[in-house]
């Protein structure tokens, strides 16, 4: 107790002032005047009291030093001073600071950034209520009539379900797609969440809408009078309810506009009780626990396993109940590796820009102590302890981290800003809010970079020994060959390779996927979507023989809403061959006539036509690609050929035979490597229909909406060009491309810092021995080429080390990202290789220069 | 003054408390002198080590200072014995009893050997 509080007061002493220092000196001085007049009392001369005095108080300095140390906490005393003096040394080096300040600021700016991102989509709870540690999550998808039959039961446990859509919103000034929740209708009672304005779903509400409240502000302006007023979505009047609170949560990463009713009937497959689409979301009832209430679901699946054995096989069996609080989408909506594995992808890149940062800061420091190894040299002789000099040295560096992580919070607090205010984030309703982890983050990112740029330095100055300093005088090498920085800088450029690798493969994808695209026309072709409020019976025909009426048009199909040529990966198998390991390929559901209308040449055969989806034939039609001719049948014929199609949860169609009518031109491309991906074709009915027009798409689409409107004038109708349909696909990869050329940049940029440091460093330390070589007759182009060839050693050192970690990489890229197998590419190797070259070339030039024009006079007489 | 022994280590706590207790209020150079006249010139007080001995009292809150003027009208920052700082003084005093009794008796052994 006691203890702690003198601890406490000593280190509030650590900061106390020169008032402090004032007060022990005013108690000395009376000290002194108090045994002068005691000695003068005893009957000294003046003169001779004051000097007794004097000397019995003995050396008054080192009693202020012990004083002091008493009075605060010498270590952290000396820290502070060590960081003031830091502080001092590099404001008078405003460019080492700048440099090393930016480049902490670049790599931890770059790194909160993804941090924030993937903490929203990976790791942020899915859900929030009250309560949410009663909250589970039933994992995997359950279907809604299981749903239903399990919501009877007696369980201990309340279920309800959501699932997510996108929906045709309709307003005065047109339609917009939005997305939505379905949700069952006691959903928020057992989330438990009390809407901000108006009321939640009531049982047997089918009519009902309840809005987010982003979405309420950014297209209500939070009007408060909004309850009751009629919203139409998907063509279907609905009543307003109520406006949900802010802040709440029931997915990750996209908050739904609207919550809808599963009484609506906005979702499909609301009757198939093998469309597992929905999620389950459970409230343990008072005094249950999570494994009674497992036991108890697992029960009531069985019984619904024993009474629909075709549809739930092995539905107990998967049943699991996670915590709702713990669960995000890392856990639960993305079981595949691929989004993980991008995401890992990012952060490591990321990750690898900040290393680069602290590679080329622990660089400069180096150069810095090299610099100083006279004054390091000296005050070991004086007697400083080498953990004192190494504190030194880390305290620069602490200053120089604690500046760039503050640098790159600031940045990207402020980009954190931008994005959210950007139109088309509020539109998707992607929730980004500057949290505090992301800043902890942050300051946890600063300790890191500390150690990391200040462990070389101190190291290399805990190899200092006065008498060598002292011995080699100024141009001696006092550290070698500088052999470490050299190896720091050799790393940054082999990151940076890496990194600019990385970038210039996305690139190429990007590149090759829209030449690859060439072969739909997209000039003449539009996507219509269009969403009738019940449907007829054969819907496609009734609505392409309005469509096929409007002037201009020159052919009608139909597919699927997402992009026509890559949908799905799955796994096909050959016919009557048991143990075949199955044809990884895309798979897309097309109308009649569907690449006669895109503008796809067809190769061989035939495509699908209307009576493919009249006749009743137990053998299904398919058409396949030509990358899938190519890679799975080799130069067989492929027409005729069988393959087993899995069973159709959508359709409720169980497994069956397809046979190929037909090789189209290629078309689809991987959004992540940019061979072209083996594709299938089944023939399916949609409303998403495929217009051919004669004139240009743009003009078209107006006429379009109308021949649709009056054909149903309940049919929500978004109509847009292929070219916009195709270019919206695109914009991960090209997102991704950006992303990856912006890091690649700035990696180059620091590391280019970092060697531009270097070898100015070095032609400044080889001044003398320069000017012994041009007084011998060296000539200056010689001088020019011995620099530059010193610093592009470490370049090419560096891009070999580089050229090795990107084919590994590449390797572990193709692994995890795509299907089919990526190759190294030449064509970015050579590039990237080029770019590095030149980057090095002119970092190395500047300096080299500088050190070839020193007058030989000069520079010998520097010594 | 070479003859005179420094103060032990740890001992001149408890002579500081032990002079507070005795004399009420004091500066540090009255705390000085009384030791020195109290061992009878025997111990000379480093200052170097009494002001810091005084602040880490201070600072463990066994005595409180202010400043005052001294008899002759001299400015001195006065330590005063804090309630504390009486029961710690009891306590040492008894500890050191203690530990002088028990080598008081070590000593007296050894003068008479077997």
């Known amino acids: 107790m006691r203890a702690m509080r003198a601890w406490l007061l000593r280190l509030r002493g650590t900061f106390a002032g020169a008032g402090a220092d004032r007060d022990l000196a005013a108690q000395l001085e009376s000290h002194l005047q108090l045994h002068i007049d005691d000695n003068v009392r005893a009957g000294m001369s003046?003169?001779?009291?004051?000097?007794?005095?004097?000397?019995?108080?003995?050396?008054v300095e080192p009693t202020k030093e012990r004083y002091r140390d008493r009075r605060g906490l010498p270590a952290l005393d000396a820290l502070w001073r060590d960081v003031r003096y830091a502080v001092r040394v590099l404001a008078k080096r405003p460019l080492l600071l700048a440099a090393t300040t930016l480049s902490i600021a670049i790599g931890t700016g770059i790194n909160v950034s993804v941090y924030s991102v993937l903490q929203r989509v990976l790791f942020d709870p899915l859900i929030t209520g009250d309560a949410p540690e009663r909250l589970v999550w039933v994992t995997p998808g359950i279907s809604y009539l299981n749903f239903q039959d399990m919501r009877t039961a007696r369980l201990p446990i309340a279920l309800a379900t959501m699932t997510m859509t996108t929906a045709t919103w309709r307003t005065a000034q047109g339609t917009a797609t939005i997305s939505a929740h379905v949700v069952s209708d006691n959903f928020f009672d057992v989330v438990r969440v009390r809407p901000a304005i108006g009321r939640t779903f009531h049982e047997g509400d089918a009519?009902?809408?309840?809005?987010?409240?982003?979405?309420?502000?950014?297209?209500?302006?939070?009007?408060?009078?909004?309850?009751?007023?009629?919203?139409?979505?998907?063509?279907?009047?609905?009543?307003?309810?109520?406006?949900?609170?802010?802040?709440?949560?029931?997915?990750?990463?996209?908050?739904?506009?609207?919550?809808?009713?599963?009484?609506?009937?906005?979702?499909?497959?609301?009757?198939?009780?093998?469309?597992?689409?929905?999620?389950?979301?459970?409230?343990?009832?008072?005094?249950?626990?999570?494994?009674?209430?497992?036991?108890a679901l697992r029960v009531a699946a069985e019984q619904l396993e024993s009474r629909y054995p075709a549809e739930n096989s092995g539905f107990a069996r998967r049943l699991t109940v996670v915590p709702g609080h713990a669960l995000s989408v890392f856990d639960a909506v993305l079981p595949a590796g691929v989004a993980i594995g991008a995401a890992g992808l990012v952060y490591a890149m990321a990750g690898l820009v900040l290393i680069i940062a602290c590679a080329n800061v622990a660089g400069l420091l180096v150069a810095r102590a090299d610099e100083r190894a006279r004054e390091i040299a000296v005050r070991i002789a004086l007697g400083?302890?080498?953990?004192?000099?190494?504190?030194?040295?880390?305290?620069?560096?602490?200053?120089?981290?604690?500046?760039?992580?503050?640098?790159?919070?600031?940045?990207?607090?402020?980009?954190?800003?931008?994005?959210?205010?950007?139109?088309?984030?509020?539109?998707?309703?992607?929730?980004?809010?500057?949290?505090?982890l992301p800043l902890l983050y942050c300051a946890g990112l600063a300790v890191l970079v500390t150690m990391a740029c200040g462990a070389a330095p101190a190291w290399t100055a805990g190899a200092v020994t006065p008498a060598t300093v002292i011995q080699a005088g100024r141009s001696g090498r006092a550290f070698g060959r500088?052999?470490?920085?050299?190896?720091?800088?050799?790393?940054?450029?082999?990151?940076?390779?890496?990194?600019?690798?990385?970038?210039?493969?996305?690139?190429?994808?990007?590149?090759?996927?829209?030449?690859?695209?060439?072969?739909?026309?997209?000039?003449?072709?539009?996507?219509?979507?269009?969403?009738?409020?019940?449907?007829?019976?054969?819907?496609?025909?009734?609505?392409?023989?309005?469509?096929?009426?409007?002037?201009?048009?020159?052919?009608?199909?139909?597919?699927?809403?997402?992009?026509?040529?890559?949908?799905?990966?799955?796994?096909?198998?050959?016919?009557?061959?048991?143990?075949?390991?199955?044809?990884?390929?895309?798979t897309a559901r097309v109308g009649p006539r569907y690449f006669a209308v895109l503008g796809v040449p067809i190769e061989r055969g035939r495509e699908f036509t209307d009576s493919d989806f009249r006749s009743k034939s137990v053998t299904v039609p398919m058409v396949v690609n030509q990358a899938f001719a190519r890679r799975y049948l080799g130069g067989a014929d492929p027409l005729g050929r069988q393959?087993?199609?899995?069973?159709?949860?959508?359709?409720?169609?169980?497994?069956?035979?397809?046979?190929?009518?037909?090789?189209?031109?290629?078309?689809?491309?991987?959004?992540?490597?940019?061979?072209?991906?083996?594709?299938?074709?089944?023939?399916?009915?949609?409303?998403?229909?495929?217009?051919?027009?004669?004139?240009?798409?743009?003009?078209a689409i107006?006429?379009?909406?109308?021949?649709?409107?009056?054909?149903?004038?309940?049919?929500?109708?978004?109509?847009?060009?292929?070219g916009d349909r195709l270019a919206a696909a695109r914009v991960p990869t090209r997102a991704g491309a950006l992303l990856m050329l912006t890091l690649g940049a700035l990696a180059i940029v620091v590391a280019m810092t970092g060697l531009y440091g270097v070898v100015s460093y070095t032609a400044n330390r080889r001044t003398f021995e320069i000017g012994v070589r041009l007084a011998l007759g060296a000539t200056r182009p010689a001088i020019l080429r011995l620099?530059?060839?010193?610093?592009?050693?470490?370049?090419?050192?560096?891009?070999?080390?580089?050229?090795?970690?990107?084919?590994?990489?590449?390797?572990?890229?193709?692994?995890?990202?795509?299907?089919?197998?990526?190759?190294?590419?030449?064509?970015?190797?050579?590039?990237?290789?080029?770019?590095?070259?030149?980057?090095?070339?002119?970092?190395?030039?500047?300096?080299?220069?500088?050190?070839?024009?020193?007058?030989?006079?000069?520079?010998?007489?520097?010594? | 003054m070479a003859d005179k022994a420094d103060v032990w280590q740890g001992t001149l706590a408890l002579m500081?408390?032990?002079?507070?207790?005795?004399?009420?209020?004091?500066?540090?150079?009255?705390?000085?002198?009384?030791?020195?006249?109290?061992?009878?010139?025997?111990?000379?007080?480093?200052?170097?080590?009494?002001?810091?001995?005084?602040?880490?009292?201070?600072?463990e809150g066994y005595v409180a200072s202010e400043w005052g003027l001294s008899e002759n009208n001299r400015k001195a920052k006065f330590y005063r014995l804090t309630r504390a700082g009486r029961k710690q003084l009891e306590k040492e005093a008894r500890d050191w009893e203690r530990t002088t009794a028990i080598l008081a008796r070590f000593l007296a052994s050894r003068e008479q050997p077997s």
């Open chain 1, 384 to 436: 400083a302890t080498r953990a004192r000099l190494a504190q030194q040295l880390v305290a620069e560096s602490a200053v120089i981290a604690a500046l760039g992580c503050a640098c790159g919070g600031a940045f990207w607090i402020w980009c954190a800003a931008l994005v959210r205010e950007a139109p088309a984030v509020v539109a998707a309703g992607v929730n980004v809010v500057p949290a505090s």
């Open chain 2, 16 to 59: 500081v408390l032990k002079t507070l207790d005795t004399l009420g209020p004091l500066h540090g150079y009255g705390i000085a002198r009384r030791i020195e006249q109290t061992s009878a010139h025997h111990l000379s007080v480093n200052y170097g080590t009494l002001y810091p001995a005084l602040l880490k009292l201070e600072q």
């Open chain 1, 702 to 722: 107006g006429d379009l909406e109308r021949a649709i409107a009056t054909r149903d004038a309940g049919a929500a109708v978004s109509a847009r060009t292929m």
């Open chain 1, 787 to 863: 620099i530059v060839g010193d610093g592009l050693r470490l370049v090419g050192l560096g891009c070999l080390a580089g050229a090795v970690l990107a084919l590994l990489f590449t390797q572990a890229a193709a692994a995890v990202l795509s299907t089919a197998g990526g190759a190294a590419d030449p064509l970015a190797f050579a590039g990237v290789l080029g770019i590095v070259l030149s980057a090095g070339l002119a970092a190395t030039l500047w300096p080299a220069r500088r050190a070839s024009s020193v007058d030989p006079v000069i520079a010998l007489r520097h010594e």
């Open chain 1, 207 to 295: 009519n009902a809408a309840v809005l987010s409240h982003g979405f309420w502000q950014q297209r209500f302006g939070a009007d408060p009078t909004i309850i009751d007023r009629p919203i139409e979505i998907n063509g279907a009047e609905y009543t307003i309810a109520g406006v949900l609170p802010e802040g709440f949560r029931s997915q990750a990463v996209i908050s739904p506009g609207v919550y809808l009713p599963t009484g609506g009937r906005v979702a499909g497959a609301l009757d198939n009780r093998r469309a597992a689409y929905f999620d389950l979301v459970g409230r343990l009832a008072e005094g249950a626990t999570r494994g009674q209430a497992t036991a």
């Open chain 1, 46 to 59: 003046p003169e001779a009291a004051r000097r007794q005095a004097i000397l019995a108080l003995g050396g």
């Open chain 1, 482 to 586: 500088l052999s470490l920085q050299r190896a720091l800088v050799a790393g940054q450029v082999a990151i940076s390779f890496l990194l600019l690798t990385a970038a210039a493969l996305l690139v190429l994808v990007f590149v090759r996927s829209r030449s690859a695209e060439s072969s739909i026309d997209v000039a003449h072709t539009v996507a219509v979507q269009v969403r009738l409020p019940r449907s007829r019976g054969g819907d496609f025909f009734w609505l392409r023989e309005a469509v096929e009426r409007v002037a201009g048009v020159d052919g009608v199909s139909c597919d699927q809403s997402v992009t026509p040529p890559v949908t799905f990966t799955t796994l096909l198998h050959r016919s009557g061959v048991s143990d075949d390991a199955g044809y990884a390929t895309a």
């Open chain 1, 643 to 699: 393959f087993l199609l899995r069973g159709d949860d959508e359709s409720g169609r169980s497994a069956h035979v397809a046979a190929i009518v037909g090789v189209v031109r290629d078309t689809s491309v991987s959004a992540l490597n940019h061979d072209r991906v083996p594709a299938v074709y089944t023939p399916a009915l949609t409303t998403f229909l495929v217009v051919r027009v004669k004139g240009p798409a743009a003009a």
